[in-house]
Nanobody, 115 residues
Framework: QVQLVELGGRLVQAGGSLRLSCAASGILFRTNGANWYRQAPGKQRELVAAITGGGTTNYPDSVKGRFTISLDNDKNTVYLQMYSLKPEDTAVYYC?????????WGQGTQVTVSL
């Protein structure tokens, strides 16, 4: 059984930093890679960071230079380090991975950025 558990979301002031973590069981990030998505109220879920098992990363322009995704293979945990947070970064952040065609999602963690 695959489980993804995200931690780290909270209220933070604009300009601040935050690190989210996602621990996996039943699946290996070093084999399948991992992604972070976010969904703001009334908006579609969007990809904010991706990492392959080999460590290649990808970011959309909206977060490039401010967000960093990383893997700790010993802990089978993926992190999302976020800097220079903006109110528009407010969303529920989800960890995601896949095995073949089947995606797996965490429960989400709320990040709220205040002015």
């Amino acid at each position: 059984q695959v489980q993804l558990v995200e931690l780290g979301g909270r209220l933070v002031q604009a300009g601040g930093s935050l690190r989210l973590s996602c621990a996996a069981s039943g699946i290996l990030f070093r084999t399948n890679g991992a992604n972070w998505y976010r969904q703001a109220p009334g908006k579609q879920r969007e990809l904010v960071a991706a990492i392959t098992g080999g460590g290649t990363t990808n970011y959309p322009d909206s977060v490039k230079g401010r967000f960093t995704i990383s893997l700790d293979n010993d802990k089978n945990t993926v992190y999302l380090q976020m800097y220079s947070l903006k109110p528009e970064d407010t969303a529920v952040y989800y960890c995601q991975t896949s095995r073949g065609w089947r995606p797996y999602w965490g429960q989400g963690t709320q990040v709220t950025v205040s002015l």
